[in-house]
């Protein structure tokens, strides 16, 4: 490959990663992932911190011995997520490779990588609050337009209960929840707009109270999905929908750090027309391979409200 595609491919990778970070609600979990260690092809290590609590101090013998133990906690990824094109030497040579690559696999990142990795890390969530059975209803006689303000509170209350009141929360909201809190009176004049770090990156959000609120698509906000092989009969277009049991995400909440997004290749590699042994094409490949865990020490702190 020629030293100027080369440079082309690492700066499209670079643009693509961007696009990931801006256009996905979850990314900025992978601030959290720094510490995490790979030992093998597809298993991380990330590290649990446990003490034995304060004993009482004799005058005679001094300190009661205590231990600390830290744990390397194996994970395995399970996303190995990817897709090929090509793109015919004669398009290319009418409209630039940098300007319709670029293009074309920007629109691919914004419209099926983003939301396909948002969908999993957010439901991947929703599994751990409900398997924990630390969920949230709305109440009696209560709907979403009269009784968000009272979910978002006791949401607020159930976390900071468990994780404290100096870790910096999040709150993922579906449009039907976050459409109710803005149109809450009482509630708007306690908003705060802010700005919040992904990545490099930084965004606009509201704030209550000092917790972020993140409006999230939808069609994102489901507790369970059928990610699409590309392959199987009836699956060739790939991508992720709604499992048939699914749930609605209404609210999910849980300290910014509880979650660390690991992402162990996202990669983009370019083939000229005459490398293409099949076509007289450019051929990009592109492969995420990731996943999202909760600490077990964080794993008390994340509240789901689905319906």
């Known amino acids: ?26 990314s900025f979990l992978a601030d959290n992932a720094m510490r995490a260690k790979f030992v093998g092809a597809k298993t991380v290590l990330l590290p649990d911190i446990d003490f034995q609590g304060l ?4 005058r005679d013998t001094g300190f009661v011995r205590g231990s600390v133990t830290v744990a390397q906690t194996p994970y395995n990824l399970t996303m190995d997520r990817a897709r090929t094109f090509s793109i015919d030497r004669e398009d290319m040579d009418e409209t630039g490779v940098a300007g319709l690559a670029g293009q074309v696999l920007g629109e691919f990142v914004r419209t099926k990588v983003a939301p396909e990795m948002d969908a999993y890390v957010l439901s991947t969530l929703a599994k ?14 209560k709907t979403i337009d009269n009784g968000c303000v009272d979910l978002l509170n006791r949401a607020m209350q159930a976390v900071q209960a468990t994780a404290g009141f100096d ?23 306690q908003l705060d707009v802010g700005s919040f770090k992904k990545g490099q990156m930084s965004t606009q959000v509201k704030y209550l109270n000092g ?14 999905y059928d990610f699409k092989d590309g392959t199987t009969t009836g699956e060739e ?8 049991a699914a749930k609605s995400i209404g609210l999910l909440i849980l300290p ?14 370019v083939f000229e027309p005459d490398q293409n ?25 994340v509240y789901v409200y689905t319906y």
């Open 237 to 244: 277009a790939g991508g992720f929908s709604p499992a048939s």
């Open 277 to 301: 042994q099949q076509m007289d094409a450019y051929k990009f490949d592109y492969r995420v391979y990731y996943d999202a865990f909760v600490k077990k020490s964080y794993k008390p702190t």
């Open 211 to 224: 917790m972020a609120l993140l409006p999230v698509p939808d069609s994102r906000m489901k507790d369970s």
């Open 1 to 26: 490959m020629a030293i100027n595609t080369l440079a082309f491919c690492t700066k499209l990778s670079s643009e693509l990663d961007k696009a990931l970070v801006q256009k996905s609600v979850t």
């Open 256 to 269: 910014k750090k509880a979650c660390s997004l690991i992402k162990k290749t996202e990669k983009m590699r």
């Open 55 to 58: 004993g009482d101090y004799n």
């Open 128 to 141: 751990v609050a409900t398997d924990a059975e630390q969920t949230l209803s709305l109440g009696s006689n």
């Open 167 to 189: 870790e910096e929360l999040v709150a993922f909201l579906d449009s039907k929840v976050y459409a109710a809190l803005l149109a809450t009176p009482e509630l708007t004049r």
